[in-house]
């Protein structure tokens, strides 16, 4: 059936790192991908967004593209911040719809 | 312009009671979706609501329900709780759901139970 997974985690780096945090998905058609953050207590912001192939979500410093050839919608971002620790969800939504599928999310800690 | 608002924040109930968790979605939005939070199986649909209608299901027993009103706000019933269904609940909006809309999502109601 149709998923989504995203690389093991816990992540964690030093301020300033580089960070990737990896995404695949299966799916028919041609879904819209979406990575959300929870910070504690709280719960899911919308990070960045792209709807079809070869499309690149940017927000907050951080990117991913949409590669439709390897199904994938890889995170990334040049250079964290401590307040960039918080968990990261990639999620995809069929494009009739409103169901989000997610991964299992991402922990990631930056450490001063 | 507010955001969905989910009430209340924290719940405590015991096994075999029943609970009802209210969502206001960000006005002019009509599609309110559920979902259901656990460290164990993540996040999960429970189900969509669009103009009153639900939309879509997830793969819960009949033991959880919704219903949606005329000014889009939404409310979320457990009936005979378990203890399997202590976890965080969150309620995301939309303007309708469709294509690449991306859903905006509550602080959610973090449900105990004893």
């Known amino acids: 059936g149709d998923s989504v997974t995203q690389m093991e985690g816990p992540v964690t780096l030093s301020e300033e790192a580089f960070l990737t945090i990896n995404c695949t998905y299966t799916?028919?058609?041609?879904?819209?991908l979406f990575w959300y953050v929870q910070y504690p207590g709280e719960g899911l912001q919308l990070l960045l967004k792209?709807?079809?192939?070869?499309d690149k979500g940017s927000n907050k410093g951080f990117e991913a593209t949409y590669r439709k050839e390897t199904t994938s919608f890889h995170l990334e971002k040049g250079s964290v911040q401590v307040s960039d620790s918080a968990v990261y969800f990639c999620?995809?939504?069929?494009?009739?719809?409103?169901?989000?599928?997610f991964g299992e999310g991402t922990q990631l800690t930056v450490n001063p | 312009k507010a955001g969905v608002t989910q009430t209340p924040r924290y719940l405590i109930k015991t096994r075999g009671q029943q609970v009802t968790l209210s969502c206001s979605p960000i006005?002019?939005?009509?599609?309110v979706s559920w979902y259901q939070q656990t460290p164990g199986q993540g996040l999960q649909f429970l189900f969509e609501?669009?103009?009153?209608?639900?939309?879509n299901k997830g793969n819960f027993p009949g033991r959880f329900s919704g219903r949606q009103f005329s000014n889009s706000r939404s409310e979320m019933n457990v009936s005979t709780l378990e203890l399997g269904d202590s976890a965080l609940y969150l309620c995301?909006?939309?303007?309708?759901?469709?294509?690449?809309?991306?859903?905006?999502f509550g602080d959610g109601t973090r449900l105990s139970i004893l």
């Open positions: 609501y669009f103009s009153e209608t639900q939309r």
């Open positions: 999620a995809y939504k069929e494009t009739s719809g409103s169901r989000l599928t």
């Open positions: 792209a709807t079809k192939a070869d």
């Open positions: 995301a909006s939309s303007p309708s759901g469709a294509g690449g809309e991306p859903q905006h």
């Open positions: 799916a028919t058609g041609y879904p819209s």
């Open positions: 006005s002019g939005h009509r599609s």
